[in-house]
């Protein structure tokens, strides 16, 4: 536990003196804005209630974490200071599970501010309110931010441990990100016509709280087979250098 606070505490402290660090906030600010005041206001107070937009918070963190999760690696080899660290005495799951859990955190926690944000909006904008979530919505909306960026996470570091490059990581991890966010349409395609009934009536008459903490635990399910591939990458005689 020791190990992993002084990964994090590195992680957070050259995330805020890095160039990618004005990166991620000025895409965070966009989605902010959009997710925050856009939407609720384009949506109205469906944003609130509708079980699908469950898949808004479950597909933003997970692009956000990306372009934070590219530099774990790719940027400690860009920067000639992978072979330092992979010199001290930090155990190997300190130095994986650290800067997964840094970005994890960052991102989730900063994206669940467009939450309360979206909540204000809705509330200054229309006045059929007050429009105020349930404690079950609050805790899916926290799970489902939390398990997405886990699985960007997750990804990130995976794709980061062999990149060339950050935007090599970038490019490559905008590819998964984009793959993954075309699946349920695929599914709905493809899928047995029952099967996409089901899901059809989940995501818009389903409980927003229930939507929510389903897509929380199928996304910590595909999180864990990703962060154990990772682990068994992460040697330290065989992660290249340069």
């Known amino acids: 536990m020791t190990d992993l606070g002084v990964v994090l505490s590195k992680e957070w402290l050259e995330l805020r003196k890095s160039d990618s660090v004005w990166i991620a906030l000025a895409t965070l600010i966009v989605f902010l804005a959009m997710i925050g005041v856009f939407l609720p206001w384009l949506i109205g107070p469906l944003w609130l209630s509708a079980p699908w937009i469950t898949l808004i918070w479950a597909w933003i963190p997970m692009f956000l974490v990306t372009t934070v999760t590219a530099d774990a690696f790719a940027g400690e080899r860009e ?12 155990s190997d799951g300190a130095i994986l599970w650290g800067k997964w859990l840094a970005s994890v955190v960052w991102v989730a926690t900063a994206m669940l501010l467009s939450f309360p944000l979206g909540v204000l909006s809705l509330n200054l904008m229309f006045d059929r309110g007050p429009f ?8 899916a909306t926290v799970a489902v931010a939390f398990a997405a960026a886990g699985l960007g996470g997750a990804l ?16 490559v991890l905008a590819i998964m990100v984009f793959t993954i966010a075309f699946v349920p349409i695929a599914f709905m395609r493809l ?3 029952e099967w996409t009934a089901g899901l059809f009536q989940t995501l818009t008459s389903g409980s927003p709280a229930s ?16 962060l154990l591939i990772a682990k068994a990458r992460f040697q330290r005689g065989r992660i290249p250098l340069k």
């Open 79 to 90: 920067r000639r200071t992978l072979e330092t660290l992979l010199a001290t005495r930090l």
């Open 191 to 193: 899928a047995p016509q």
């Open 211 to 226: 939507t929510g903490g389903a897509f929380a635990g199928i996304l910590a399910l595909t999180t864990a087979p990703v």
């Open 156 to 171: 990130g570091v995976l794709v980061s441990l062999r990149a060339a490059s950050v935007r090599h990581a970038q490019q």
């Open 132 to 139: 105020l979530p349930s404690v079950g919505q609050v805790l």
